[in-house]
């Protein structure tokens, strides 16, 4: 608060003056580029912040941005020479801006540096959101040709990061995998010929807490739907895994009749208590950015056996366990030739994997169906879908 502490106008003003605070300066404007520069992922990054801020074209000169590896979203290199990546000057940049695009490129692994930016009164000085340990391809980042494909997936993963804060780097595997699996959902539409047709407009008072947040995601739903009286439920509370949707593959050979079959340590058995946490398995896996249930079944084929293979035969998509689990599986047996398949151990170096791959007649397999060690559900549904289907997939494939 100003004090006056002279009778004399003169005095009294200048005294004023020099008990007023220097006013702090203006916080610098930040540069966003890339996905930022599409105004509905600008809107989900900033939230109620995106009303009151000015956006201004802008360029930073030098500069490219590239599409990343790992994602779809670009990051910038120095280009000497270039016109410069295009970008917006976001003002003011206030506290609550740079917090909630910080959670937003935080997960990223992006993080402000100065820069001067090429605005439409001439340079700026501001802040930009640089990466230089972003793995890129070398390809440049076109933000049309990203909404006209990646836009979808990119701000699925923007929302979810909104809601529920950043994602750990190490994690954000998960994050694509988990907007890809919701993407797919709202893409499914079955007639309901058995159930009553209830939809998502049968759910009301819908709110999710997020209880944990790694590679895979649990989260607290509560909700009210309707009965099959008509009424309303009360709010009932369901915890729920959350992860991305996957494929399973079991190899087949129709000339010699075999199938292969992998083993593997799983934490599940071992969190449960089995005495022996090595379990038999068919070939399984996430689907992944950019593929289709028939390119993720070939990509693990290769990965856990080694094999490469023929034509596939869809057996169809299902839920594992509805009731908690939101993963979806679609199930194929794949054609393989298996006459020079010797057993071996495979897996991806970088995720820890100790596949053992073999070969067994299909009888043998449709055995352990019996003595229990066919225990799980993606290898049974295989198993019984290969005895269903054999004699028209052993004329259809030449057996």
């Given at each position: 608060?100003?004090?006056?502490?002279?009778?004399?106008?003169?005095?009294?003003?200048?005294a004023?003056?020099?008990?007023?605070?220097?006013?702090?300066?203006?916080?610098?404007?930040?540069?966003?580029?890339?996905?930022?520069?599409?105004?509905?992922?600008?809107?989900?990054?900033?939230?109620?912040?995106?009303?009151?801020?000015?956006?201004?074209?802008?360029?930073?000169?030098?500069?490219?941005?590239?599409?990343?590896?790992?994602?779809?979203f670009?990051?910038l290199?120095?280009?000497?020479?270039?016109?410069?990546?295009?970008?917006?000057?976001?003002?003011?940049?206030?506290?609550?801006?740079?917090?909630?695009?910080?959670?937003?490129?935080?997960?990223?692994?992006?993080?402000?540096?100065?820069v001067?930016?090429?605005?439409?009164?001439?340079?700026?000085?501001?802040?930009?959101?640089?990466?230089?340990?972003?793995?890129?391809?070398?390809?440049?980042w076109?933000?049309?040709e990203?909404?006209?494909?990646?836009?979808?997936?990119?701000?699925?993963?923007?929302?979810?990061?909104?809601?529920?804060?950043?994602?750990?780097?190490?994690a954000?595997?998960?994050?694509?995998?988990r907007?890809?699996?919701?993407?797919?959902?709202?893409?499914r539409?079955?007639?309901?010929?058995?159930?009553?047709?209830?939809?998502?407009?049968?759910?009301?008072?819908?709110?999710?807490?997020?209880r944990?947040?790694?590679?895979?995601?649990t989260?607290?739903?509560?909700?009210?739907?309707r009965?099959?009286?008509?009424?309303?439920?009360?709010?009932?509370?369901?915890?729920?895994?959350?992860?991305?949707?996957?494929?399973?593959?079991?190899?087949?050979?129709?000339?010699s009749?075999?199938?292969?079959?992998?083993?593997?340590?799983?934490?599940?058995?071992?969190?449960?208590?089995?005495?022996?946490?090595?379990?038999?398995?068919?070939?399984?896996?996430?689907?992944?950015?950019?593929?289709?249930?028939?390119?993720?079944?070939?990509?693990?084929?290769?990965?856990?056996?080694?094999?490469?293979?023929?034509?596939?035969?869809?057996?169809?998509?299902?839920?594992l366990?509805?009731?908690?689990?939101?993963?979806?599986?679609?199930?194929?047996?794949?054609?393989?030739?298996?006459?020079?398949?010797?057993?071996?151990?495979?897996?991806?170096a970088?995720?820890?994997?100790?596949?053992?791959?073999f070969?067994?007649?299909?009888?043998?397999a449709?055995?352990?169906?019996?003595?229990?060690?066919?225990?799980?559900?993606p290898?049974?549904?295989?198993l019984?879908?290969?005895?269903?289907?054999r004699?028209?997939?052993?004329?259809?494939?030449?057996?």
């Amino acid at each position: 608060m100003n004090r006056t502490i002279a009778a004399d106008p003169d005095t009294a003003v200048e005294a004023t003056r020099e008990d007023t605070p220097a006013a702090a300066p203006a916080a610098p404007p930040i540069f966003v580029f890339g996905t930022l520069r599409d105004p509905d992922v600008l809107a989900v990054a900033l939230g109620p912040e995106h009303a009151g801020i000015a956006a201004t074209p802008a360029r930073l000169p030098g500069y490219r941005a590239l599409t990343a590896a790992a994602g779809p979203f670009p990051a910038l290199r120095p280009a000497p020479g270039d016109a410069g990546a295009p970008g917006l000057l976001l003002s003011p940049a206030t506290a609550e801006v740079r917090r909630r695009l910080d959670a937003f490129e935080g997960p990223f692994a992006f993080a402000l540096a100065p820069v001067t930016v090429e605005g439409p009164q001439g340079p700026v000085r501001a802040l930009a959101y640089l990466a230089d340990e972003v793995a890129v391809t070398g390809r440049p980042w076109v933000l049309e040709e990203w909404a006209a494909t990646d836009k979808p997936l990119f701000l699925e993963m923007a929302r979810e990061a909104a809601a529920f804060g950043p994602v750990p780097l190490h994690a954000r595997g998960g994050l694509i995998r988990r907007a890809l699996a919701r993407l797919s959902a709202r893409r499914r539409t079955i007639a309901p010929v058995l159930r009553t047709g209830f939809g998502r407009g049968d759910i009301a008072e819908h709110a999710v807490t997020r209880r944990h947040s790694g590679f895979f995601v649990t989260e607290e739903h509560v909700f009210r739907h309707r009965r099959f009286d008509g009424s309303m439920s009360p709010p009932i509370s369901r915890e729920t895994f959350v992860t991305g949707d996957t494929v399973a593959v079991l190899p087949w050979d129709p000339r010699s009749d075999r199938v292969l079959l992998i083993e593997q340590v799983r934490a599940g058995l071992l969190a449960r208590g089995e005495p022996d946490p090595w379990h038999l398995e068919v070939v399984a896996g996430f689907i992944d950015r950019g593929e289709r249930p028939e390119d993720a079944a070939r990509r693990e084929a290769a990965e856990e056996a080694g094999l490469t293979l023929g034509r596939l035969h869809r057996i169809g998509s299902f839920y594992l366990s509805p009731g908690a689990l939101t993963e979806m599986m679609t199930s194929f047996i794949g054609e393989a030739d298996l006459s020079g398949v010797a057993e071996g151990v495979h897996g991806v170096a970088t995720e820890h994997e100790d596949i053992r791959a073999f070969v067994v007649p299909r009888a043998d397999a449709v055995a352990a169906l019996d003595t229990g060690e066919a225990g799980n559900a993606p290898l049974a549904f295989s198993l019984m879908a290969l005895e269903l289907h054999r004699a028209r997939l052993t004329e259809a494939w030449g057996g």
